[in-house]
T-cell receptor, first 110, second 113 residues
């Protein structure tokens, strides 16, 4: 079992719709969770971090964490063409090394 | 406002050649990382340094060596490059001052022929 798994995608959504990205992790003691966005040919950039169960909202982005289910998700509301990118889920392991999922590619259709 | 700087940005090597990827950060971070990214594989940790003078193997360390020269610099060396090491390499750093968020350099595209 991979440490961090994401829905494989690609995910295509129309402009203005909600994009929903899912991530599960295997290490029960993980405490920190991150979503990174990566444009083609660029380095990953942090868009959200979440540490407690529940929802965290930042602009059009909402991260949701459920530690009991070992599940973290990212919702992108009112999707824009500029949101087209690969989204990487990352989980801080017990040894403080950050483990990444393979990423989900999102395409927003104008 | 440099953040994490890595060089070179692009490099082509012949099989068996050696090279060193350089990385420096100016955010006073304790932790530094080297990742590689291959299509469909996500980011995989090669080596990690929790602080100056310490290094630790990550998920895919074979064929690589690292040096944490000081708090700012963390280099990655390929002693005898192989085609399987063709990849994009990212250096990253993290520290308490930035909430332990990992910040990435711009990447180094390495091709081994």
């Amino acid at each position: 079992q991979k440490e961090v798994e994401q829905n494989s995608g690609p995910l295509s959504v129309p402009e203005g719709a909600i994009a929903s990205l899912n991530c599960t992790y295997s290490d029960r003691v993980s405490q920190s969770f991150f979503w990174y966005r990566q444009y083609s040919g660029k380095s990953p950039e942090l868009i959200m971090s979440i540490y407690s169960n529940g929802d965290k909202e930042d602009g059009r982005f909402t991260a949701q964490l459920n530690k009991a289910s070992q599940y973290v998700s990212l919702l992108i509301r009112d999707s824009q063409p500029s949101d087209s990118a690969t989204y990487l889920c990352a989980v801080n392991r017990w040894d403080y090394k950050l483990s990444f999922g393979a990423g989900t590619t999102v395409t927003v259709r104008a | 406002n440099a953040g994490v700087t890595q060089t070179p940005k692009f490099q082509v090597l012949k099989t068996g050649q050696s090279m060193t990827l350089q990385c420096a950060q100016d955010m006073n971070h304790n932790s530094m990382y080297w990742y590689r990214q291959d299509p469909g594989m996500g980011l995989r940790l090669i080596y990690y340094s929790a602080s100056e003078g310490t290094t630790d193997k990550g998920e895919v360390p074979n064929g690589y060596n690292v040096s944490r020269l000081n708090k700012r610099e963390f280099s990655l060396r390929l002693e005898s490059a192989a085609p399987s090491q063709t990849s994009v390499y990212f250096c990253a750093s993290a520290g308490a001052a930035s909430g332990n968020t990992i910040y990435f350099g711009e990447g180094s595209w390495l091709t081994v022929v």
